[in-house]
């Protein structure tokens, strides 16, 4: 079964420590994997996805196969990060069924 | 505002009612999606179209969904008979075809809410 499992549904840090937001998946092909965001009263957006390997607002996330994971870390974390997380998994072959996790809703305090 | 525009963006309904929601996507888009959230949840795909075919329809969508894309532009979702599960934030996004996945654009959505 294809699924997305994000363990947390909330994580608080204070502003400066770093943080890390797990996301786990079930697919037997070979998914392209995404972090989407969403600030508070604004529209789901992309952060980043794995085939890219770039770094987005500090943000970096790397695809382990071996763990099915794709955690998204950030080494200094900012208040302007507060948002909430999804992790997402789309088909490699061309499928247009996008998968989201349930989200994790990250707090940063000053 | 140039990305993808929904109408409206709220909706109360009673219960047994039918409701229609629009989705404009960004212009030059070809590929279309509708998803379902409810609270504490992630979007649940629902459907999806490639110009105005409908190649994807989830097993979420009952027979009371209906989802129409007439002119490869904009989209309406149409609920028959409203029930109180139904009661969700209706998303709908669009992409450019650039071979495999590729980043969607999402809406504000569409929040139903069936008394």
């Known amino acids: 079964a294809q699924r997305v499992t994000q363990p947390e549904k909330l994580l608080s840090v204070f502003k400066g420590a770093p943080v890390e937001l797990k996301c786990n998946y079930s697919?037997?092909?070979?998914?392209?994997l995404f972090w989407y965001v969403q600030y508070s009263r604004q529209r789901l957006q992309l952060l980043l996805r794995?085939?890219s390997r770039e770094s987005i607002k500090g943000f970096t996330a790397d695809l382990n196969k071996g763990e099915t994971s794709f955690h998204l870390k950030k080494p200094f974390a900012q208040e302007e990060d507060s948002a909430m997380y999804y992790c997402?998994?789309?088909?490699?072959?061309?499928?247009?069924?996008?998968?989201f996790g349930a989200g994790t809703r990250l707090f940063v305090k000053a | 505002d140039t990305g993808v525009s929904q109408d409206p963006r709220h909706k109360i309904t009673k219960r047994g009612q039918n409701v229609t929601f629009r989705c404009d996507p960004i212009?030059?888009?070809?590929?279309l999606y509708w998803y379902r959230q409810t609270l504490g949840q992630g979007p649940e795909f629902l459907t999806y179209?490639?110009?105005?075919?409908?190649?994807?329809k989830s097993r979420l969508l009952s027979d009371r969904f209906s989802a129409e894309r007439p002119k490869g532009s904009f989209s309406t979702l149409e609920i028959q008979r409203t029930e109180q599960g139904d009661s969700a934030m209706y998303l709908c996004?669009?992409?450019?075809?650039?071979?495999?996945?590729?980043?969607?654009?999402f809406g504000q959505g569409t929040r139903l809410t069936v008394v």
């Open positions: 996004a669009s992409s450019l075809e650039a071979g495999g996945a590729t980043e969607a654009f």
């Open positions: 697919y037997s092909g070979s998914p392209e």
């Open positions: 794995h085939i």
């Open positions: 997402a998994l789309s088909p490699h072959t061309g499928g247009f069924k996008t998968i």
């Open positions: 212009s030059e888009h070809n590929r």
């Open positions: 179209f490639q110009n105005e075919a409908q190649l994807e």
